[in-house]
């Protein structure tokens, strides 16, 4: 049965404009139950408050870290502790994100796969209770939510610290859930900064020290006096085996180029750009690990190409470095020495080499390790070195060159002709061949077994 409303119409179009009118107003937040707090809505909604300490971290001076905040995606992780209690949050301000911090280190921290480092570092600027400007104690140790702790003091001229970095806006922003301090600069828990230099040793090379020890001259054990400054290319004065840190004395290297445009040749930064080139390269890992965490080599090296000689590498791949055995390894020096034996006094490349081979069949070429020479010939429209078994082809020419080091990637590691083939009792007893057993490449354990460690 259909219900008849009777009247007239446009006193039916206001009364029906009136409740609607009223529906709204009664809807509007304004009229929400007294006894329902915003606090406990946005609880109930799982939103942040808009009064919260997470919003104020959107404020001009601190939008930086809120960027590194939503990047490292900690907010789900902050809103949960702010809404279990008050929180303090030591915020440097966007000058010191943007000017102060090492750009290097900044992309550390925003690589994907160092995601747990920067959660790390963000959540140790965070402590789960509130620390106002009137709590303070003279001295106090407080657990942040990175699991580190880090040193809250007052110093004699009332300024704060936190771990040596100056609270330079105390109590800058209030909120019911917490507070925010401004710090000049970021803070960063020792855990990260270990886990940066780790990945940066591979990268930029840090075991390369900056300045080599002190040369001694071997004939009176005294401190060689500096030279004299040489004109920009001239070549240097001394052999490079004499420039070698025991120092024996053995041909000359060929003389070095014209220098740069400093007028002198950096040979840290090349020896770091070459061992970096093998990395990236691929398969040549031991090779860069021998070099610069097992022995001084790298060291060496670039203090050669500083004073004007010249090296050619012959690098094993990592294939080859893991048929080394714990014997060929465990006697001391023994690394430096089959290194020395795969660098030449030389600048030679792919296409030098195998001219030279082509037109004299066999070439002996000097090595760092005195007397011995390595062979090459061709083979097989290559160029191989060595002798026998223990020969290995040019496997991938021209890694890295210069013009002051050209490194040469080898598929087998190279011994003198003695160490290969043991000398035959008589003639008519062949040689004994001594069948090594595999190695798996891990040549940093096999040095902690020379020192008697325990790397597992």
């Avoid at 052999?239 to 014209?258: E, F, K, M, N, T």
């Avoid at 069948?435 to 008697?452: D, F, N, R, T």
């Amino acid at each position: 049965m259909g219900i008849h409303i009777r009247g007239d119409p446009p006193k039916l179009f206001f009364f029906f404009f009136f409740f609607i009118l009223a529906g709204i107003c009664f809807s509007l937040p304004g009229n929400a139950n007294p006894r329902s707090s915003p606090a406990s809505s946005s609880t109930s909604s799982g939103q942040i408050n808009s009064n919260s300490v997470l919003v104020a971290l959107l404020d001009s001076h601190y939008t930086e870290l809120a960027e590194l905040v939503e990047k490292a995606l900690l907010l789900q992780t902050l809103e949960v502790v702010v809404g279990a209690g008050n929180v303090t949050i030591f915020a440097p301000r966007n000058e010191a994100l943007e000017r102060g911090l090492d750009p290097e280190f900044k992309r550390f921290l925003l690589e994907p796969g160092n995601l747990k480092s920067l959660q790390k570092l963000l959540l140790f600027h965070v402590v789960p209770t509130r620390i106002g400007s009137n709590d303070l104690a003279e001295s106090a140790r407080h657990r942040t939510l990175s699991g580190d702790h880090f040193h809250l003091e007052r110093r004699d001229s009332g300024e704060w610290t936190v771990d040596l970095a100056p609270v330079t806006h105390p109590d800058s922003v209030t909120r019911p859930d917490g507070v925010i301090h401004g710090i000049e600069r970021l803070l960063i828990p020792r855990s990260v900064e270990d886990d940066f230099n780790r990945r940066r040793s591979l990268r930029t090379i840090t075991a390369v020290k900056p300045e080599g020890a002190p040369d001694v001259d071997p004939r009176t054990n005294r401190l060689k006096k500096p030279a004299p400054p040489a004109k920009p290319g001239s070549p240097p004065a001394l052999p490079i085996y004499d420039a070698l840190a025991p120092g024996p004395s053995l041909a000359p290297a060929p003389a070095p180029g014209p220098g740069g445009p400093h007028h002198h040749f950096d040979g840290e930064n090349q020896v770091k750009d070459f061992i970096q080139t093998l990395l990236h390269y691929g398969g040549y890992n031991e090779m860069a690990d021998i070099l610069v965490n097992l022995t001084s080599l790298a060291t060496e090296m670039g203090r050669l190409v500083s004073e004007g000689y010249v090296l050619t590498v012959l690098a094993p791949n990592d294939e080859a470095m893991a048929k080394l055995t714990t014997d060929q390894l465990s006697e001391p020096g023994a690394p430096e020495q089959i290194m020395y034996y795969h660098l030449i006094p030389e600048y030679q490349t792919e296409e030098s080499m195998y001219n030279s081979v082509r037109r004299f069949g066999k070439v002996r070429y000097d090595t760092l390790r005195l007397p011995h020479k390595v062979v090459a010939q061709e083979a097989d429209g290559s160029v191989r070195f060595g002798h026998g078994d223990g020969s290995a082809y040019l496997f991938d020419p021209d890694i890295y060159t210069d013009g002051r080091i050209s490194v040469q990637g080898i598929d087998g590691v190279l011994f003198p002709p003695e160490e290969v083939e043991p000398k035959s009792v008589s003639k008519t007893v062949q040689p004994a061949k001594v069948a090594s057993k595999p190695h798996g490449g891990k040549l940093l354990e096999v040095a902690c077994q020379m020192l008697g460690a325990f790397c597992h």
